[in-house]
């Protein structure tokens, strides 16, 4: 990929925040990933003082912003192994605008909802180590 | 309301399955008085049978004939006290085909979403026991 693009390119990384912060860590592993082939325009997923209160700003303010970045994001990345009303909203509202979406899924951590993984419309790509994230990215974006 | 609509009404009730049936009761509960108001196309929700691992069919039939009876669907009944990616992708679904859509919050258990409680399209109705939900269900389908 051209480099330029890389650097144009937006992407909207969906995680869990209010449904649970259990792979908080992981979530900071793939966002360093992402930031080589675009800008994430969620950082703050990462960010180690957020915790399952979410931000200390109002709903509507948060709803407003994330589904504003979705809109504008040339593709979707969701970690989908914490369940989390939020992630399946994003993954819903992506796939009504017609974007690109990728799920990430930790294998042998739980059953993901038959709304994802029977949804052909969407990549779920499992893995067992976040270590693995970086091959599985670079087969994504390139 | 006359009685030949409510008959005809069809219900798309929406909880936690793979993300945890700590609230599967509830469920029930909330299926019965659903019942009077119209048929509920997802009654299996309810079903003590039915554990985390979900049906035991395959995910993309589950997929296919969840969207299809939510696609026919007069109005969406969400309870969202318990995090779920399908859930959260119903919603997203259902506003997606311009659904009324109500969500039942049980006060106190968590942080709902902000893409839920910050999304001004839906109804979130927050209860403290399921035995206000006869009431609850009644402001909304009188």
């Given at each position: 990929m051209d480099p330029e693009i890389k650097e144009e390119m937006k992407i909207y990384f969906a995680a869990s925040?209010?449904?649970?912060r259990?792979?908080?860590r992981d979530y900071k592993k793939i966002i360093?990933?992402?930031?080589?082939?675009?800008?994430?325009?969620?950082?703050h997923i990462a960010d180690n003082k957020l915790n399952d209160r979410g931000e200390d700003i109002s709903e509507n303010t948060i709803f407003e912003r994330d589904t504003k970045w979705l809109r504008e994001s040339d593709?979707?990345?969701a970690e989908v192994t914490q369940p989390s009303l939020g992630v399946?909203?994003?993954?819903?509202?992506g796939?009504?605008?017609?974007?690109k979406i990728v799920c990430?899924?930790?294998q042998q951590s739980g059953n993901l909802s038959a709304m994802i993984k029977g949804n052909r419309k969407l990549e779920v790509l499992e893995y067992e180590s976040v270590n693995e994230i970086p091959a599985k990215?670079?087969?994504?974006?390139q």
């Open positions: 925040i209010r449904g649970g259990d792979y908080a360093s990933q992402l930031s080589i082939y675009g800008k994430v325009l969620t950082e593709i979707i990345v399946g909203y994003e993954i819903a509202l796939e009504s605008l017609g974007k990430l899924f930790k990215l670079k087969q994504v974006f």
